[in-house]
Nanobody, 123 residues
Framework: QVQLQESGPGLVKPSQTLSLTCTVS??????????WSWIRQSPGKGLEWIGY???????YYSPSLKSRTSISRDTSKNQFILQLGSVTPEDTAVYYC???????????????WGQGTQVTVSS
């Protein structure tokens, strides 16, 4: 059974870059045809999808965050990494990584989640 675990700093200063790592166990991030997503939930708001990196290394980002987002991977460590630049206090949220079995027919289909990590943007 696949397990995901987020890691990274819990406090980031405004204008800096937020960097989080998701370590995957029990399955390879290069296995066809999985997508590996980052999702966040800000206080009092719903879930917001940030972007994904797929089994081949192709990335796709939410249009609203695209200009500040980069998702990469380290296949030797079975990890994928989120970088979100120029953060503001509005980026304060619980950040989740998740496995996504999306298809054209179903759209996003998150079947495994990390426990989430709180990131606060504050000086």
């Amino acid at each position: 059974q696949v397990q995901l675990q987020e890691s990274g700093p819990g406090l980031v200063k405004p204008s800096q870059t937020l960097s989080l790592t998701c370590t995957v166990s029990g399955g390879s991030i290069t296995t066809n045809y999985y997508f590996w997503s980052w999702i966040r939930q800000s206080p009092g708001k719903g879930l917001e999808w940030i972007g994904y990196i797929d089994y081949s290394g192709t990335t796709y980002y939410s249009p609203s965050l695209k200009s500040r987002t980069s998702i990469s991977r380290d296949t030797s460590k079975n990890q994928f990494i989120l970088q979100l630049g120029s953060v503001t206090p509005e980026d304060t949220a619980v950040y989740y990584c998740a496995r996504d079995q999306r298809t054209v027919e179903t759209g996003a289909n998150f079947d495994s989640w990390g426990q989430g990590t709180q990131v606060t943007v504050s000086s």
